[in-house]
């Protein structure tokens, strides 16, 4: 039963009375329906509609945290800040608590909080305790295997902050936008795409037979390119390509390659948007 440190993780605390209505008012995600011990998927937006922080939103006693990349966490209370205006609301970075990973029912008496990943069933739960409480038996990298093997995306490393729409990064798939609250910033963008099914870009779980090239490796169907590869574990890994280009491909026959290695692609097990086959059109 492992539990990981996950040091390139660090908190945000969002506290006070109007903590609810400011991040309702910003955030992708619905936080008035939060569970008390779930952690869940939210993002904050360009007006345009683009991802500048990917977190996992759970609550405090007085409010929120936002579990989010820790070279992220000075950036993400400053934006927030901007969002602020009168409401009573105290926002900071809180460099004292180490963020840990649990999967497979594991747990530590350690942890002050432990908030189950709404993400996915298999994912686990995240711990939160002061610096140097853990006593962790897996590494960082067993829980980034233990991610990619769900095609769990994560923002760094997947997709490229201020670049992705949520659609493309499967926030739509993974419960971390809500159609039907109130508007946020870069709503209108991500409600079209939703409504008209303009998403052309997905994060796709892909694997390589032949061991995984570089993250950022373009994907080439002959001489076109259809994306990106993400973050990789061994032969398994995740890759942003485009929807139409990848039919074409199939219909062709085309072997798909990344950094010259052959990859095969596929939709996660938990998604379900329209995947192209290989005559080209849409699969369900």
Excluded at 41 to 47: H, N
Excluded at 143 to 164: N, S
Aim: charged share 20%; proline share 6%; with cysteine.
């Amino acid at each position: 039963m492992p539990i990981a440190l996950l040091p390139d993780r660090a908190l945000v605390t969002v506290t006070g009375p109007d903590a609810t209505s400011l991040l309702q008012g910003v955030l992708t995600c619905n936080v008035e329906t939060l569970g008390a011990d779930e952690a869940r998927l939210g993002a904050l937006l360009t007006p345009q509609g683009k991802i500048l922080f990917d977190f996992l939103v759970s609550r405090l006693p007085d409010g929120f945290r936002l579990d989010v990349a820790a070279d992220k966490a000075a950036d993400l209370a400053k934006r927030l800040t901007l969002y602020k205006l009168r409401a009573k609301a105290e926002i900071a970075a809180d460099p004292t608590v180490a963020v840990a990973a649990a999967w497979d029912g594991a747990t530590t008496a350690a942890a002050t909080a432990r908030v189950v990943d709404s993400r996915h069933p298999d994912l686990g739960a995240r711990l939160y305790a002061a610096e140097g409480a853990f006593s962790a038996d897996a590494s960082e990298g067993d829980y980034h295997t233990h991610r990619i093997a769900l095609a769990i995306p994560e923002g760094g490393r997947d997709f490229a902050y201020g670049d992705a729409f949520p659609h493309e990064a499967l926030m739509d798939q993974l419960g971390g936008v809500d159609f039907r609250k109130g508007c946020y910033v870069g709503q209108e963008v991500v409600s079209r795409m939703q409504h008209r099914g303009t998403a052309r870009t997905r994060l796709l779980a892909a694997a390589f037979p032949e061991g995984a090239p570089s993250p950022g490796s373009e994907v080439q169907a002959g001489q076109k390119v259809l994306g990106v590869t993400g973050s990789t574990a061994g032969q398994t890994g995740l890759a942003m390509l485009r929807l139409d280009r990848l039919g074409d491909a199939l219909a062709a026959g085309e072997i798909l390659r990344a950094g010259g290695k052959p990859l095969a692609v596929g939709r996660p097990a938990y998604a379900t948007f329209p995947m192209p086959d290989a005559g080209g059109e849409a699969a369900g």
